[in-house]
């Protein structure tokens, strides 16, 4: 692949995906070995060519000679296209340059609710966008709901099989639960917390996906498909607890996360 030589890619420290794939510029000789720094400690003589609020946002690639900068997907493509030149007319496609702008910005507005790190004190941060924290509410909800739906028939010889619309109420309806427990408890942290809690609940019905492909090649006995529901659960219970604590919100969310569960399961039982 060709170098984008006298270039470097101002990426976010505290971002565990951002790390990563700006890593992989590097080891892919995509960018030059010294072609990756930062935003928060960047070079003096980059630090004056750029806007730090904008970088902390998007990512931004800086020329070193010429001093021009690109920022978000524009930094992306200039490398990728630098590296693979056959897309280049893709990227400047401009609905499909739209869609990936959106699409940047969607993920890159979540990061810290996506992949959570422990931010460091007076660290400059991206501004909080509240279009796209509810767009991914409504993302994860519909995908999660949906993955749900499909696993409940798996487990009728437990629980009993509910309408088409079920899991979408109960998942609609955590949000808004722990939304009302967060408001009173810390207010401040509310979309931080909800998109956390989100992320979870995405997770989850991602690895519900796994049992669900192998049953249409298996036959996979009815307890087996309990068994791992619940160890998915467990592992979401770790992860919810783990969140809290980068959030510094203690343990009172987790502890109504499960009461949550419970007087969900309560009423499905009851009715």
């Known amino acids: 692949m060709k170098t984008l030589a006298n270039h470097i890619i101002l990426y976010d420290e505290e971002c565990p995906m951002c790390f990563a794939y700006t890593k992989a510029f590097i080891k892919l000789d995509m960018l030059p070995k010294n072609g990756r720094e930062a935003y928060q400690n960047p070079p003096e ?3 004056r060519l750029i806007d730090k609020q904008r970088a902390a946002n998007e990512i931004a690639l800086v ?3 010429t001093g021009e900068v690109t920022y978000g997907i524009n930094s992306l493509f200039k490398i990728l296209g ?4 056959v897309f280049k007319p893709l990227f400047s496609f401009a609905p499909f340059h739209w869609l990936m702008t959106k699409f940047y910005a969607f993920v890159s507005y ?4 996506i992949i959570p790190a422990t931010v460091k004190a007076n660290s400059l941060q991206p501004n909080f966008k509240i279009k796209y924290r509810v767009a991914y509410l409504l993302f994860t909800w519909l995908i999660t ?4 739906t ?8 437990f629980v009993p099989l509910g309408n088409s619309y079920r899991e979408y109420i109960i998942c609609g ?6 939304g009302l427990i967060i408001s009173f408890h810390q207010k401040e942290k509310l979309w931080h917390y909800l998109g956390n809690m989100m992320t979870i609940s995405f997770a989850g019905s991602i690895l519900l996906l796994v049992p669900l492909m192998l049953n249409q090649w298996l036959e ?14 467990g592992l979401m219970l770790l992860e919810h607890l783990r969140r809290s604590k980068i959030l510094k919100i203690g343990v009172a969310m987790s502890i109504t996360w499960i009461l949550y569960r419970l007087i969900v399961l309560g009423l499905i039982f009851s009715l």
Do not use: H, M
């Open 110 to 113: 979540n990061r810290k609710v």
């Open 150 to 157: 499909l696993y409940a028939k798996l487990l009728t010889d």
């Open 45 to 47: 003589s980059v630090c």
């Open 220 to 233: 996979i006995p009815p307890t087996a498909f309990l068994f791992y529901f619940l160890i998915t659960a």
């Open 145 to 148: 709901a949906y993955i749900l």
């Open 63 to 65: 020329n070193t000679e």
């Open 173 to 178: 309806g955590q949000i808004f639960f722990q």
């Open 82 to 85: 630098n590296a693979l030149p």
